[in-house]
């Protein structure tokens, strides 16, 4: 009997764990889409398209910030955070080479995010 009630917990806890664990996959994907936005903003020749890939990162870095959240992953979440900021001074700056500049912050920012997503996942 001891035996048997042993093996249910023995099993229930490798179950749980197997089916609760946290899955990161959807903040690693939209850091990686916010890395991407970044970078074409970084690469864009004049200010209107660089604020244009800004705002498309900070869509995808408030999707990554949230999805982190939801895996409980609080250095996604906050590198997430961090490039969010860079993309929102890109496209609210005035300036190109001031959007630049901060797009080319959001972008390592974005990175860490993905990498901090991805350690989560695992």
Known sequence: ???????????????????????????YSYADDAYTQAKRGYNADN?????????????????AMFAAEG???????SAADDAHTYARRAYLS??????????RRAKPSADDAMSYADDCGT
């Open 71 to 77: 895996c409980n992953c609080d250095d996604a979440y």
């Open 47 to 63: 200010l209107e398209y660089a604020q244009y890939y800004a705002r498309k990162a900070m869509f995808d870095t408030e999707d």
């Open 1 to 27: 009997m001891k035996i048997t009630i042993s093996a249910l917990i023995l099993m229930a806890g490798i179950f749980s764990t197997s089916v609760f664990a946290e899955d990161c996959s959807d903040a």
């Open 94 to 103: 005035g300036d190109y080479d001031d959007a630049i500049g901060y797009l």
